[in-house]
């Protein structure tokens, strides 16, 4: 004996899953850590060459602000307590921000 019922299909629909957003991370100027540190954090948490890290340094000076690069938020939130850390134990006041990219 063989019942058989109707096939039944579930569709779920599956809801649209969005990359998660990517934050810039920024440095900001003042008139009091030397550039020599924000090269050498520029190295040290962001994993840029001397070379690179002098540009952005420079862009920094010049400009007020530079891009360090380009996250998602719980990398560039972690970033950014980071360097705030480290600035911190050196007895620098750097600023590092981010804002959405």
């Not at 779920?12 to 540190?37: H, Q, R, S, W």
């Not at 962001?46 to 420079?58: G, K, P």
């Not at 938020?73 to 006041?93: I, M, Y």
């Amino acid at each position: 004996m063989s019942s058989q019922q109707g096939d039944t299909h579930t569709v779920e629909k599956k809801a649209a899953i969005k990359p998660p957003g990517l934050y810039k991370v920024l440095l900001l100027n003042d008139d009091y850590t030397p550039m020599e540190f924000v090269v050498l954090i520029l190295k040290k948490f962001f994993s840029m060459t001397s070379e690179q890290a002098t540009q952005v340094m420079l862009k920094v000076h010049r400009d007020g602000v530079g891009v360090c690069g380009v996250f998602a938020k719980d990398v560039a939130t972690t970033k950014v307590e980071l360097v705030a850390g480290f600035s911190r134990q050196n007895q620098h006041p750097l600023q590092c921000t981010m804002e959405e990219a």
